[in-house]
């Protein structure tokens, strides 16, 4: 199969990552969809490893798993402070500070 | 089935051999130890504050930490005058650990610069003195507990306690490690990890305000939220260079780029799409963007400002704006200089934006603390247009600009700190309204700041927008200039009402009243006046140094 | 400059396609809500941030879950040395006592503050 289609599969990936970032009100999902991100670049990063050969690609995978584990520890304790304070994840209840 | 593929399976299958007991030889990886010293004691002072809060008694806590901070922060900023000493800013610079971190002069003068901020954060961190004592304990900024729920059982069982969150020291040491990496990363992988390991404590840290926690914790999602986001891009966009030019490597993506680099049949076959190249350009960019506060990527900013505990916010303000301008100097300059026809236009318009939109949303501030964060977007307009100038005098400049503008922006905030009311701090500015008649030395000092700010002569900031706009006008970028000085005349105009404000108005009957700090915070903000003094009067040799500074390894 | 215009063009058509589309439906559309559709969709369940049982967060699995997620994955650093433990020799062997170490500074601090405690 052509390797390309994963680079295609991985954009895609992206893509509805990225879009659910921008469109999810719930903080937990946008987490989510932030790690669906960093997920696809995994995928990315191991199909140019295929593509040319060297394995820095694979390396890279690893470590970003392991940042992005690192990512998750911090970010739910984060996010479930701010949801034990307010009984609420939603972004939009996050409005302290509007003018 | 062609050679190459055949190189490309040898990868993963090895061929079965009698002697099964005989690995193939790996060339063992090099560590410069003694070049990588300063970013190792740092470190090495975060893993002790850890084992500090893990095994020491709460009470001994505060001291142990403040006095691994202040010792690691100084051994590190003294291992690194002693490699300057040693000549690795000039003639000796190199790559280190293996292609991972470069030892230049722009990495070891920026490392300094942070290291220096560190060490000024560190005291207005320490500072005990400005919270009413609260049942018999002196405290600081930060929660008691961070995990307690606000206004909850056991957020008062705490409180009562005396419980301070002496954590913050040893995530402020992880960050300045990371942060000293970042602008000496030499390749994307070290740039992507050194980035998240700043990130991470400084999301912490934003939710650890002691007063007005739900806005603090508020603050931490939101800085968060949009720090991950921004941070995938970026990585998408490592994935996409490495796809281009199958490295990770700085000088080996700028060899790609440049097309001088020597490859590999397999590697020639598969590298060098234009297309990569310029979407994942854009998109590491992007992500560098939003660390420094760029505009269309600046939303997080005044509310991550205004939310968090105000030294961090100053600490953030300053460090992660040197890390963060340095490691975009680096790959702008070290990575993409063969494509700055390319990215030259778009940071053109960004600087443009950055500048206007900081300067005119600053004039209708009413939030001291917003106000300092929208001065903190303009003044990353200012420092693109350093950025685009693309010669030695713009990396000169913009290094000089950093120090100048760090410690003026330390010294703000850390007044910040002390004009209080009983609901602490007292950031709405129509409270400031007198403050020159209640306490004419503090409105002084912040008044040198905020000239500084504006860029009016003989402050350190006047030196530096100097020689920003000089670099850019003679790369020549003239219209950019036009605008910088143009934008500065407006966000003078708030700045001056500002102090207008503090010196000839009356003061308000029920207004806050200044704490007297303790020498820390004392310390934090004389050296704010004094670099702002001596950095606007006699700037010579800073400006030198930082020309002897600015030349790249690759 | 003629080389962008197509673009520009292209980026106009859409704005404008854009804005007339929402700007249209909005205007002419029938506007009947009820709660189902004005849920977030979340695979058939109900969705977050109301869990289940009176809005309670079970707490502890969450700090076990994280806790027992980042030292897992610390330990994918591992297996590659393990492969190639003989061929890195002593410098091999160094570096991975110091990044064990490190893992087990936070091991230590996450157990004396009562991190590993069920109750």
Redesign the interface.
Known sequence: MNPANY?YL?ALL?TI??AG?LI????????MC?EL??N??NL??V??S????????Q??A??????A???????????????????????DD?D??KL | MSATAAAVHSLWTTRALADTAATPAIPTPHIEYAQLSPVLIVFGAAVLGVLIEAFAPRAARYAGQLAVSVVGLAAAFAALVALAADGYAQGRSHVAAMGAVAVDGPALFLQGTIVLIALVATFTFAERRLDPVAHGNRVDSFAAQGSAVPGGEQEQKAVRAGFTTTEVFPLLLFAVAGMMIFPAADDLLTLFVSLEVFSLPLYLLCALARRRRLMSQEASVKYFLLGAFSSAILLFGIALLYGYAGTVSYGGIADVVDGTAKLTPALANTTGNDALLLIGGAMVVMGLLFKVAAVPFHMWTPDVYQGAPTPVTGFMAAAVKVAAFGALLRLLYVVLPGMRWDWRPVMWGVAIVTMVVGAIIAVTQTDVKRLLAYSSIAHAGFLLTGVIAVSPSGVSSVLFYLVAYSFVTLGGFAVVTLVRDAGGEATHLSKWAGLGRRSPLLAAVFAVFLLSFAGIPLTAGFSGKFAVFKAAAQGGAVPLVVVGVISSAIAAFFYIRVIVMMFFQEPQPQGPTVAIPSPLTSTAIALGVAVTLVLGVAPQYFLDLAGKAGVFVR | MNAYAPILVLGGLGAGFAIFSVVMASLTGPKRYNRAKLDAYECGIEPTPQPAGGGRFPIKYYLTAMLFIVFDIEIVFLYPWAVTFDALGLFGLVEMLLFVLTVFVAYAYVWRRGGLEWD
Do not use: P, Q
Request: glycine share 6%; proline share 0%; net charge positive.
């Open positions: 680079l991985s992206f990552g990225a970032v999810r009100r719930n903080a937990i999902i946008v987490f932030v991100m960093l696809a670049c990315a990063f199909t140019f295929r593509l040319h050969g060297n394995l820095d690609g390396i890279i690893f470590f970003t798993m392991v940042v584990a690192a990512e998750v520890v911090v970010g739910l304790a984060i996010i479930v402070t701010f949801f034990r304070s307010r009984h609420s994840a939603s972004v996050a302290l500070m």
